[in-house]
């Protein structure tokens, strides 16, 4: 890892940054990112959902420092910082669903204290939001300006409207305060490390196909999804960190495939034999899912470039090396369709 700094595009230097959540998927691979760049990082993250093989690797970087406290508290980091970067929230309809005031309490208490750290510091915040604000989308592709299909007392009312919420709160410091913020919305991402059990379709039909067991796929499998490796959201999330853009952006893969056609995909790479079962689809499930990237190709230069065949096999290897083919298969239905009430679901 080199040392100094990341610069950006709108002039200011990343030499170190908070990564909220940076313990869990996406944003080990965030801290990561950094790192190679020269900066530092405080990752703060209480382990609900993180893990802490996800940093494993940085335990002797002293470029790196781990904090562990629950955001949805007060709390502080000592020194400068260029930047916070708030992943920090149960993220899958597993976690969620049996996280609930957690998940509700990291969009709102939580990103209120990740931005008033951000103010403390000066920094530049970045707000990771989600497609899930969209709802079940009446507007396809998904475009910014869309307010989105929201059922704000539903099965995944937590995790949408603490998305929300933490938009709304981000937007108001920026207009009503001039904090330097921007929100992107990130779109399904998949790759090494997640979760084998976190209810999400890549991880669950991966587990499945290499244990030989039936491969659970929600409803008729038709509603549609769009991938993105965790290495291109990754560097979406970068570049709007870099920019001076306000957004919101979306962060995602505009190429749309169904489940079933994501399940027929994972077994063929695993050269598993295993049938596909269909299970029941949870309420609320998005029967569409595409994002509209043009801005973030206009505004950030950016755009994915893992196509998906070299995206899952690279998962696939991942979990081959760690998930024993013989394992109990303890992945619950999915297609980001955790059931609503959660008890048949089983914690990792």
């Known amino acids: 890892m080199s040392d100094g700094a990341m610069s950006t595009a709108a002039g200011r230097e990343i030499r170190r940054a908070v990564v909220t959540g940076g313990a869990g998927f996406v944003g080990s691979h965030l801290a990561d990112r950094l790192r190679d760049g020269g900066a530092a990082v405080v990752c703060v993250d209480n382990f609900l959902t993180g893990c802490a093989d996800n940093v494993a690797h940085l335990a002797a970087d002293p470029g790196f420092e781990l904090v562990v406290a629950d955001v949805a508290e007060p709390f502080d980091v000592a020194g400068p910082v260029d930047a916070v970067f708030h992943l920090a929230s149960p993220a899958s309809p597993h976690d969620y669903a049996r996280h609930p005031l957690e998940t509700l309490k990291a969009g709102a208490h939580g990103t209120l204290h990740a931005l008033e750290l951000a103010g403390r510091k000066g920094a530049r915040f970045l707000l990771a939001s989600t497609s899930e604000v969209y709802g079940d989308p009446k507007v396809h592709p998904q475009v910014e300006s869309y ?15 603490a998305k929300r919420f933490a938009e709304a709160l981000t937007a108001t410091h920026r207009e009503h305060f001039g904090f330097d913020t921007v929100i992107v919305r990130l779109f399904n991402t998949y790759g090494p490390r997640m979760r084998p059990a976190d209810g999400r379709a890549v991880p ?15 409803g008729d499998g038709q509603q549609t999804r769009s991938l993105c490796y965790v290495d291109d959201t990754v560097a979406g999330i970068l570049a709007a960190a870099r920019s001076a853009e306000a957004g919101p952006i979306n962060i995602g893969n505009p190429e749309e495939l169904t489940i079933r056609k994501l399940a027929d995909r994972v077994r063929e790479l695993c050269r598993s034999t295993a049938p596909m079962e269909f299970v029941p689809r949870p309420g609320d499930d998005p029967d569409l899912r595409r994002p509209d990237i043009g801005r973030a190709v206009e505004v950030l230069g950016w755009s994915p470039v893992v196509d998906l065949d070299k995206g899952l096999a690279a998962t696939i290897d991942w979990f081959a090396a760690r998930v024993a083919a013989s394992a109990p298969d303890r992945t619950s239905p999915a297609a980001d369709q955790a059931p609503a009430a959660g008890p048949t679901l089983i914690e990792p």
């Open 204 to 218: 669950t039909f991966i587990t499945q196909a290499l244990a030989g067991r039936p491969i659970t796929v929600a």
């Open 147 to 161: 307010w989105g299909n929201v059922n704000p007392i539903g099965p995944r009312s937590q995790y949408d409207e």
